[in-house]
Protein backbone atom coordinates (compact mmCIF):
# COMPACT_ATOMS: atom_id res chain seq x y z
CA UNK A 1 0.00 0.00 0.00
CA UNK A 2 1.59 3.53 -1.35
CA UNK A 3 1.48 6.25 1.32
CA UNK A 4 0.46 9.33 0.38
CA UNK A 5 0.78 12.68 2.33
CA UNK A 6 -2.37 14.69 3.77
CA UNK A 7 -0.92 18.25 2.58
CA UNK A 8 -3.54 20.37 1.25
CA UNK A 9 -3.81 21.03 -2.75
CA UNK A 10 -1.40 18.35 -3.50
CA UNK A 11 -1.29 16.09 -6.67
CA UNK A 12 0.11 12.48 -5.58
CA UNK A 13 0.43 12.18 -9.36
CA UNK A 14 3.12 14.70 -9.63
CA UNK A 15 5.47 14.22 -7.19
CA UNK A 16 7.95 17.53 -8.43
CA UNK A 17 4.52 19.99 -7.73
CA UNK A 18 3.97 18.01 -4.66
CA UNK A 19 7.19 18.78 -3.25
CA UNK A 20 7.25 22.20 -4.22
CA UNK A 21 3.93 22.55 -2.63
CA UNK A 22 4.49 21.42 1.06
CA UNK A 23 7.58 23.48 0.78
CA UNK A 24 5.24 26.47 0.54
CA UNK A 25 3.07 25.19 2.79
CA UNK A 26 5.86 24.76 4.98
CA UNK A 27 6.95 28.68 4.52
CA UNK A 28 2.84 29.85 5.29
CA UNK A 29 2.93 28.15 8.09
CA UNK A 30 6.05 29.23 9.56
CA UNK A 31 5.00 32.66 8.49
CA UNK A 32 2.49 32.59 10.12
CA UNK A 33 3.99 31.49 13.08
CA UNK A 34 6.06 34.13 13.22
CA UNK A 35 3.39 36.75 12.86
CA UNK A 36 1.18 35.47 15.73
CA UNK A 37 3.44 34.62 17.96
CA UNK A 38 4.80 38.01 18.91
CA UNK A 39 1.34 39.09 19.08
CA UNK A 40 0.67 35.88 21.80
CA UNK A 41 3.55 37.38 23.69
CA UNK A 42 2.36 40.83 23.85
CA UNK A 43 -0.91 39.69 25.31
CA UNK A 44 0.46 37.35 27.61
CA UNK A 45 2.60 40.44 28.99
CA UNK A 46 1.53 42.86 31.46
CA UNK A 47 2.07 46.63 30.36
CA UNK A 48 3.25 47.76 33.47
CA UNK A 49 5.51 45.08 35.34
CA UNK A 50 8.92 45.87 36.37
CA UNK A 51 12.15 43.98 34.95
CA UNK A 52 15.66 43.67 36.56
CA UNK A 53 17.22 45.92 38.91
CA UNK A 54 15.70 49.39 38.90
CA UNK A 55 16.97 52.60 39.03
CA UNK A 56 15.36 55.53 41.53
CA UNK A 57 13.74 57.27 38.42
CA UNK A 58 12.54 54.01 37.02
CA UNK A 59 10.97 53.39 39.94
CA UNK A 60 9.60 57.05 40.02
CA UNK A 61 8.66 56.25 36.09
CA UNK A 62 6.58 53.53 37.49
CA UNK A 63 4.49 55.03 40.13
CA UNK A 64 3.42 58.38 37.93
CA UNK A 65 2.00 55.82 35.40
CA UNK A 66 0.48 53.08 37.83
CA UNK A 67 -0.19 55.21 41.03
CA UNK A 68 -3.77 55.30 42.21
CA UNK A 69 -3.53 59.22 42.95
CA UNK A 70 -1.57 59.95 39.92
CA UNK A 71 -4.59 58.31 37.68
CA UNK A 72 -7.19 59.42 39.84
CA UNK A 73 -6.22 63.00 39.30
CA UNK A 74 -5.95 62.10 35.76
CA UNK A 75 -9.55 61.42 35.57
CA UNK A 76 -10.49 64.00 37.89
CA UNK A 77 -8.94 66.67 35.07
CA UNK A 78 -10.72 64.45 32.30
CA UNK A 79 -13.97 65.07 34.26
CA UNK A 80 -13.83 68.49 34.72
CA UNK A 81 -13.14 68.78 31.26
CA UNK A 82 -16.45 66.84 30.25
CA UNK A 83 -18.68 69.24 32.71
CA UNK A 84 -16.84 72.03 30.83
CA UNK A 85 -18.12 70.97 27.66
CA UNK A 86 -21.32 70.32 29.08
CA UNK A 87 -21.71 74.03 30.96
CA UNK A 88 -20.68 75.64 27.60
CA UNK A 89 -22.62 73.79 25.14
CA UNK A 90 -25.86 76.16 26.33
CA UNK A 91 -24.08 78.63 23.76
CA UNK A 92 -25.02 76.35 21.07
CA UNK A 93 -28.63 76.00 19.76
CA UNK A 94 -31.02 74.25 20.65
CA UNK A 95 -33.60 72.48 18.59
CA UNK A 96 -36.32 70.04 19.88
CA UNK A 97 -38.98 68.26 18.27
CA UNK A 98 -42.28 67.22 19.11
CA UNK A 99 -45.55 65.79 18.39
CA UNK A 100 -48.41 65.32 19.13
CA UNK A 101 -52.27 63.31 18.56
CA UNK A 102 -55.59 63.78 20.39
CA UNK A 103 -58.61 62.18 19.58
CA UNK A 104 -61.75 65.13 21.09
CA UNK A 105 -64.95 62.57 22.10
CA UNK A 106 -66.77 65.95 22.44
CA UNK A 107 -66.24 69.06 20.66
CA UNK A 108 -63.63 70.19 18.13
CA UNK A 109 -60.06 71.79 17.92
CA UNK A 110 -59.79 75.26 17.32
CA UNK A 111 -56.88 76.30 15.28
CA UNK A 112 -55.96 79.60 14.41
CA UNK A 113 -56.98 78.79 10.86
CA UNK A 114 -60.26 78.09 9.42
CA UNK A 115 -60.47 73.74 9.87
CA UNK A 116 -61.59 72.23 7.18
CA UNK A 117 -65.31 70.75 7.70
CA UNK A 118 -66.26 67.49 7.07
CA UNK A 119 -69.53 66.06 5.00
CA UNK A 120 -70.65 63.53 7.52
CA UNK A 121 -69.57 65.33 11.17
CA UNK A 122 -69.62 69.08 11.49
CA UNK A 123 -67.15 68.06 14.23
CA UNK A 124 -63.32 67.57 14.11
CA UNK A 125 -62.60 64.92 16.00
CA UNK A 126 -58.58 63.85 15.39
CA UNK A 127 -56.08 66.73 16.08
CA UNK A 128 -52.15 65.93 15.50
CA UNK A 129 -49.15 68.46 14.97
CA UNK A 130 -45.83 67.86 13.92
CA UNK A 131 -42.77 70.50 15.11
CA UNK A 132 -39.35 71.96 15.72
CA UNK A 133 -38.09 74.47 18.01
CA UNK A 134 -35.22 76.19 18.72
CA UNK A 135 -33.20 78.60 20.70
CA UNK A 136 -29.93 80.49 20.76
CA UNK A 137 -28.57 81.77 23.27
CA UNK A 138 -27.57 85.98 23.16
CA UNK A 139 -26.83 86.80 26.86
CA UNK A 140 -27.32 84.42 29.70
CA UNK A 141 -25.62 84.90 32.76
CA UNK A 142 -25.28 81.21 33.66
CA UNK A 143 -23.36 80.39 30.50
CA UNK A 144 -21.19 83.53 30.31
CA UNK A 145 -19.93 82.40 33.81
CA UNK A 146 -19.28 79.10 32.51
CA UNK A 147 -17.25 80.58 29.82
CA UNK A 148 -15.18 82.83 31.86
CA UNK A 149 -15.06 80.10 34.75
CA UNK A 150 -13.27 77.04 32.17
CA UNK A 151 -9.67 78.53 31.97
CA UNK A 152 -9.60 78.35 35.63
CA UNK A 153 -11.08 75.37 36.04
CA UNK A 154 -8.65 73.46 33.79
CA UNK A 155 -5.81 75.36 34.90
CA UNK A 156 -6.64 74.49 39.03
CA UNK A 157 -6.86 70.65 37.92
CA UNK A 158 -4.22 70.83 35.84
CA UNK A 159 -2.09 72.19 38.92
CA UNK A 160 -3.86 69.58 40.88
CA UNK A 161 -2.82 66.49 38.67
CA UNK A 162 0.75 67.82 38.69
CA UNK A 163 0.46 68.37 43.13
CA UNK A 164 0.21 64.92 42.86
CA UNK A 165 2.67 64.17 41.08
CA UNK A 166 4.81 65.85 42.79
CA UNK A 167 3.68 64.22 46.27
CA UNK A 168 4.48 60.81 44.62
CA UNK A 169 7.85 61.56 43.43
CA UNK A 170 8.65 62.75 46.70
CA UNK A 171 7.32 59.82 48.78
CA UNK A 172 8.98 57.51 46.32
CA UNK A 173 12.09 58.63 46.33
CA UNK A 174 11.98 58.84 50.28
CA UNK A 175 10.73 55.09 50.64
CA UNK A 176 13.36 54.33 48.07
CA UNK A 177 16.09 55.58 49.77
CA UNK A 178 14.89 53.93 52.95
CA UNK A 179 14.87 50.25 51.87
CA UNK A 180 17.86 50.84 50.49
CA UNK A 181 19.45 52.16 53.48
CA UNK A 182 18.02 49.26 55.15
CA UNK A 183 19.82 46.79 52.31
CA UNK A 184 23.23 48.48 53.61
CA UNK A 185 22.80 47.94 56.95
CA UNK A 186 22.01 44.53 56.01
CA UNK A 187 25.36 44.24 54.31
CA UNK A 188 27.38 46.05 57.17
CA UNK A 189 25.52 43.64 59.50
CA UNK A 190 26.58 40.50 57.53
CA UNK A 191 30.08 41.57 57.18
CA UNK A 192 30.19 42.02 60.98
CA UNK A 193 28.94 38.67 61.33
CA UNK A 194 32.05 37.25 59.53
CA UNK A 195 34.35 39.62 61.34
CA UNK A 196 32.72 38.14 64.59
CA UNK A 197 32.81 34.65 63.40
CA UNK A 198 36.55 35.37 63.04
CA UNK A 199 36.94 36.60 66.18
CA UNK A 200 35.33 33.83 67.85
CA UNK A 201 37.08 31.47 66.28
CA UNK A 202 40.55 33.34 67.38
CA UNK A 203 39.43 34.09 71.04
CA UNK A 204 38.86 29.96 70.74
CA UNK A 205 41.55 29.01 69.58
CA UNK A 206 43.40 30.71 72.21
CA UNK A 207 41.29 29.52 75.31
CA UNK A 208 42.34 25.90 73.87
CA UNK A 209 46.26 26.86 73.94
CA UNK A 210 45.66 28.59 77.52
CA UNK A 211 46.36 31.77 76.20
CA UNK A 212 43.00 33.16 77.44
CA UNK A 213 40.55 32.10 79.10
CA UNK A 214 37.42 31.34 78.34
CA UNK A 215 35.62 35.19 78.69
CA UNK A 216 37.09 36.05 75.69
CA UNK A 217 35.39 33.10 73.36
CA UNK A 218 31.78 34.51 75.48
CA UNK A 219 31.71 37.78 75.06
CA UNK A 220 32.51 36.86 71.29
CA UNK A 221 29.63 34.79 71.30
CA UNK A 222 27.37 37.27 72.73
CA UNK A 223 28.61 39.88 70.32
CA UNK A 224 27.66 37.72 67.08
CA UNK A 225 24.38 36.77 68.75
CA UNK A 226 23.59 40.42 68.89
CA UNK A 227 24.73 40.91 65.67
CA UNK A 228 22.57 38.03 64.25
CA UNK A 229 19.47 39.41 66.04
CA UNK A 230 20.15 42.50 64.33
CA UNK A 231 20.47 40.69 61.01
CA UNK A 232 17.01 39.44 61.22
CA UNK A 233 15.20 42.57 62.61
CA UNK A 234 16.86 44.60 59.17
CA UNK A 235 15.43 41.49 56.98
CA UNK A 236 12.14 42.08 58.56
CA UNK A 237 12.27 45.29 57.77
CA UNK A 238 13.21 45.71 54.48
CA UNK A 239 10.09 43.16 53.70
CA UNK A 240 8.11 46.06 55.46
CA UNK A 241 9.70 49.19 53.87
CA UNK A 242 9.89 47.28 50.41
CA UNK A 243 6.06 46.32 50.72
CA UNK A 244 5.40 50.16 51.32
CA UNK A 245 7.54 51.18 48.36
CA UNK A 246 5.41 48.60 45.96
CA UNK A 247 2.11 50.43 47.44
CA UNK A 248 3.31 53.93 46.66
CA UNK A 249 4.44 52.76 43.01
CA UNK A 250 1.05 50.89 42.68
CA UNK A 251 2.78 47.73 41.82
CA UNK A 252 0.87 44.57 43.25
CA UNK A 253 1.69 43.03 46.19
CA UNK A 254 3.65 40.14 44.98
CA UNK A 255 5.59 41.50 42.19
CA UNK A 256 9.30 41.61 42.57
CA UNK A 257 11.32 44.82 43.31
CA UNK A 258 15.22 44.67 42.93
CA UNK A 259 16.90 48.52 43.44
CA UNK A 260 19.89 49.58 41.69
CA UNK A 261 22.87 50.75 44.13
CA UNK A 262 25.23 53.21 43.26
CA UNK A 263 27.00 54.68 45.80
CA UNK A 264 29.17 57.57 43.91
CA UNK A 265 26.13 58.81 41.98
CA UNK A 266 23.90 59.23 45.17
CA UNK A 267 27.37 60.69 46.81
CA UNK A 268 27.52 63.81 43.84
CA UNK A 269 23.38 63.86 43.79
CA UNK A 270 23.54 64.86 47.52
CA UNK A 271 24.67 68.12 46.86
CA UNK A 272 22.33 71.50 46.38
CA UNK A 273 22.84 74.78 45.91
CA UNK A 274 21.43 76.29 49.14
CA UNK A 275 21.89 79.84 48.16
CA UNK A 276 18.41 79.59 46.15
CA UNK A 277 15.63 82.16 46.89
CA UNK A 278 12.64 80.98 48.01
CA UNK A 279 9.58 82.06 45.27
CA UNK A 280 6.35 81.41 46.25
CA UNK A 281 5.06 81.00 42.46
CA UNK A 282 7.18 78.32 42.48
CA UNK A 283 5.26 75.88 45.12
CA UNK A 284 1.94 74.17 43.48
CA UNK A 285 0.42 74.62 46.15
CA UNK A 286 0.43 78.49 46.29
CA UNK A 287 -0.71 78.33 42.79
CA UNK A 288 -3.53 76.00 43.24
CA UNK A 289 -5.06 78.87 46.26
CA UNK A 290 -4.15 81.29 43.59
CA UNK A 291 -6.41 79.63 40.86
CA UNK A 292 -9.34 79.19 43.84
CA UNK A 293 -8.90 82.74 44.42
CA UNK A 294 -9.45 83.43 40.63
CA UNK A 295 -12.66 81.33 40.10
CA UNK A 296 -13.85 83.56 43.38
CA UNK A 297 -13.82 86.32 41.46
CA UNK A 298 -15.58 84.72 39.16
CA UNK A 299 -18.37 83.55 41.18
CA UNK A 300 -18.49 87.11 42.65
CA UNK A 301 -18.76 88.74 39.06
CA UNK A 302 -21.26 86.61 38.54
CA UNK A 303 -23.98 87.67 41.30
CA UNK A 304 -22.77 90.76 40.50
CA UNK A 305 -24.41 90.80 37.01
CA UNK A 306 -26.58 88.95 38.03
CA UNK A 307 -29.71 91.27 37.81
CA UNK A 308 -29.27 90.95 34.25
CA UNK A 309 -31.79 90.27 31.80
CA UNK A 310 -31.42 86.70 29.69
CA UNK A 311 -31.77 87.28 25.82
CA UNK A 312 -32.24 84.28 23.37
CA UNK A 313 -33.63 83.93 19.66
CA UNK A 314 -36.42 81.28 19.34
CA UNK A 315 -37.80 80.44 16.31
CA UNK A 316 -40.54 77.06 15.75
CA UNK A 317 -42.15 76.13 12.67
CA UNK A 318 -45.02 73.57 13.38
CA UNK A 319 -47.83 71.41 10.83
CA UNK A 320 -51.26 70.84 12.37
CA UNK A 321 -53.67 67.67 11.05
CA UNK A 322 -57.30 68.17 11.61
CA UNK A 323 -60.06 65.34 10.89
CA UNK A 324 -62.91 63.57 11.66
CA UNK A 325 -61.16 60.62 10.48
CA UNK A 326 -57.81 58.79 11.57
CA UNK A 327 -57.53 57.66 8.04
CA UNK A 328 -57.78 61.21 6.32
CA UNK A 329 -55.86 62.88 9.35
CA UNK A 330 -52.63 63.20 7.57
CA UNK A 331 -53.86 64.26 4.17
CA UNK A 332 -53.40 68.26 4.84
CA UNK A 333 -51.00 69.95 6.79
CA UNK A 334 -51.54 73.34 8.40
CA UNK A 335 -48.25 74.49 8.59
CA UNK A 336 -47.18 77.16 11.60
CA UNK A 337 -44.65 78.90 12.28
CA UNK A 338 -42.61 82.39 14.36
CA UNK A 339 -39.52 83.69 15.15
CA UNK A 340 -38.65 86.34 17.68
CA UNK A 341 -36.51 87.33 20.86
CA UNK A 342 -37.20 85.92 24.54
CA UNK A 343 -35.85 88.16 27.47
CA UNK A 344 -36.02 86.89 30.78
CA UNK A 345 -35.31 89.76 33.40
CA UNK A 346 -35.18 89.02 37.02
CA UNK A 347 -37.43 91.81 39.11
CA UNK A 348 -37.64 90.40 42.70
CA UNK A 349 -36.14 87.44 44.29
CA UNK A 350 -36.33 87.73 48.38
CA UNK A 351 -33.00 89.20 47.98
CA UNK A 352 -31.27 85.74 46.90
CA UNK A 353 -29.01 87.22 44.38
CA UNK A 354 -27.86 90.09 47.01
CA UNK A 355 -27.40 87.70 49.52
CA UNK A 356 -25.24 85.16 47.58
CA UNK A 357 -23.12 88.03 45.97
CA UNK A 358 -22.69 88.49 49.91
CA UNK A 359 -21.50 85.07 50.29
CA UNK A 360 -19.19 85.27 47.39
CA UNK A 361 -17.44 87.97 48.54
CA UNK A 362 -16.89 86.85 51.86
CA UNK A 363 -15.31 83.62 50.50
CA UNK A 364 -13.31 85.41 48.12
CA UNK A 365 -12.18 86.84 50.85
CA UNK A 366 -11.02 84.09 52.87
CA UNK A 367 -9.12 83.21 49.98
CA UNK A 368 -6.74 85.79 50.54
CA UNK A 369 -6.43 84.59 53.96
CA UNK A 370 -5.93 81.33 52.81
CA UNK A 371 -2.94 82.55 50.67
CA UNK A 372 -1.43 84.62 53.60
CA UNK A 373 -1.42 81.50 55.47
CA UNK A 374 0.61 80.19 53.00
CA UNK A 375 3.37 81.67 52.47
CA UNK A 376 4.00 81.89 56.49
CA UNK A 377 3.38 77.82 56.25
CA UNK A 378 5.79 77.79 52.83
CA UNK A 379 8.56 79.92 54.53
CA UNK A 380 8.55 78.13 57.82
CA UNK A 381 8.99 74.80 55.60
CA UNK A 382 11.46 76.29 53.63
CA UNK A 383 13.36 77.21 56.75
CA UNK A 384 13.29 73.92 58.29
CA UNK A 385 13.84 72.17 55.21
CA UNK A 386 16.61 73.98 54.55
CA UNK A 387 18.33 73.83 58.01
CA UNK A 388 17.88 70.19 58.18
CA UNK A 389 19.85 70.21 54.90
CA UNK A 390 22.52 71.87 56.08
CA UNK A 391 22.62 69.91 59.39
CA UNK A 392 22.40 66.36 57.85
CA UNK A 393 25.18 67.36 55.31
CA UNK A 394 27.81 68.37 58.06
CA UNK A 395 26.55 65.30 59.78
CA UNK A 396 27.74 63.08 56.35
CA UNK A 397 30.79 64.98 55.74
CA UNK A 398 32.30 64.24 58.97
CA UNK A 399 31.08 60.59 59.59
CA UNK A 400 32.67 59.90 56.12
CA UNK A 401 35.97 60.40 57.48
CA UNK A 402 35.22 57.76 60.77
CA UNK A 403 34.21 54.43 58.18
CA UNK A 404 38.53 55.15 57.31
CA UNK A 405 39.67 55.82 60.75
CA UNK A 406 37.57 52.84 62.37
CA UNK A 407 38.39 50.66 59.82
CA UNK A 408 42.32 51.23 60.45
CA UNK A 409 41.82 50.79 64.04
CA UNK A 410 40.15 48.06 63.59
CA UNK A 411 42.71 46.11 61.68
CA UNK A 412 45.59 47.71 63.89
CA UNK A 413 43.77 46.40 67.01
CA UNK A 414 42.96 42.88 65.59
CA UNK A 415 46.92 42.32 64.26
CA UNK A 416 47.96 43.19 68.27
CA UNK A 417 45.10 41.01 69.60
CA UNK A 418 46.22 38.13 68.27
CA UNK A 419 49.99 38.89 68.97
CA UNK A 420 49.17 39.31 72.59
CA UNK A 421 49.25 42.96 72.42
CA UNK A 422 45.46 43.97 73.04
CA UNK A 423 42.98 42.62 74.88
CA UNK A 424 39.53 40.50 73.52
CA UNK A 425 37.97 43.62 74.79
CA UNK A 426 40.02 46.04 72.47
CA UNK A 427 38.94 43.92 69.63
CA UNK A 428 35.30 44.16 70.41
CA UNK A 429 35.54 47.86 70.89
CA UNK A 430 37.07 48.44 67.47
CA UNK A 431 34.35 45.95 66.27
CA UNK A 432 31.72 47.90 67.43
CA UNK A 433 33.18 51.21 66.47
CA UNK A 434 33.77 50.40 63.14
CA UNK A 435 29.95 48.74 62.28
CA UNK A 436 28.82 51.98 64.43
CA UNK A 437 30.98 54.06 61.98
CA UNK A 438 29.71 52.44 58.58
CA UNK A 439 25.86 52.57 59.91
CA UNK A 440 26.23 55.97 60.92
CA UNK A 441 27.52 56.96 57.19
CA UNK A 442 24.72 55.13 55.80
CA UNK A 443 22.33 56.27 57.81
CA UNK A 444 23.53 60.16 57.30
CA UNK A 445 23.99 59.81 53.60
CA UNK A 446 20.65 58.55 52.69
CA UNK A 447 19.38 61.71 55.63
CA UNK A 448 20.80 63.99 52.74
CA UNK A 449 19.04 62.92 50.12
CA UNK A 450 15.82 62.98 52.08
CA UNK A 451 16.79 66.32 53.32
CA UNK A 452 17.34 67.20 49.68
CA UNK A 453 13.82 66.05 48.66
CA UNK A 454 12.12 68.09 51.18
CA UNK A 455 14.23 70.94 50.38
CA UNK A 456 13.30 70.90 46.37
CA UNK A 457 10.03 70.88 47.43
CA UNK A 458 10.19 73.25 50.28
CA UNK A 459 12.01 75.59 47.31
CA UNK A 460 8.71 74.11 44.33
CA UNK A 461 12.12 72.71 42.35
CA UNK A 462 11.30 69.09 42.39
CA UNK A 463 11.22 67.78 38.73
CA UNK A 464 8.39 65.51 37.60
CA UNK A 465 9.90 63.39 34.61
CA UNK A 466 8.47 63.56 31.51
CA UNK A 467 7.52 60.20 29.90
Known sequence: MQFKPTFPLILYNEPGRAYLMRKKYYQLLIGILFLVIPFELVAQTAPDTTVGVLTLRQCVAFALKNQPAVRQAAIDEAVNEKNINISLAAWL??????????????????????????????????????????????????????????KYSRQYYKQNATSSQINVVSDVSKAFFDVLLSQKQLDILNED?????????????????????????????????????????????????TAYLRQIMGLGANAQLALSYDSSRYESEAVIDTNQKLDFNNRIEYQLLQTQKSLDVVNVNYYKWGFLPSVSAVGSYTWFYISNSFGSLYDKAIPNGYVGLTLSLPIFQGNKRLENLSKAKLQSDRADLDIVNAKNTINTEYIQALAGYKSSYTNWQLLKQNVSLASDVYKVVTLQYREGVKTYLDVIVAQSDLRTAELNYYNSLFQVLSSKIDLQKALGTLAVPQN
Request: aromatic fraction near 8%; charged fraction near 20%; hydrophobic fraction near 30%.
Open 193 to 241: IVRLQRSLKDAYSRYQAGASDKTDYKQATISLNNSIASRKQTEEAIKSK
Open 93 to 150: PQVTSSALYDYYFKGSPIIGSPAPTSSSSGNLDNLSSLGLQASQVIYNNDVLQAAKAA
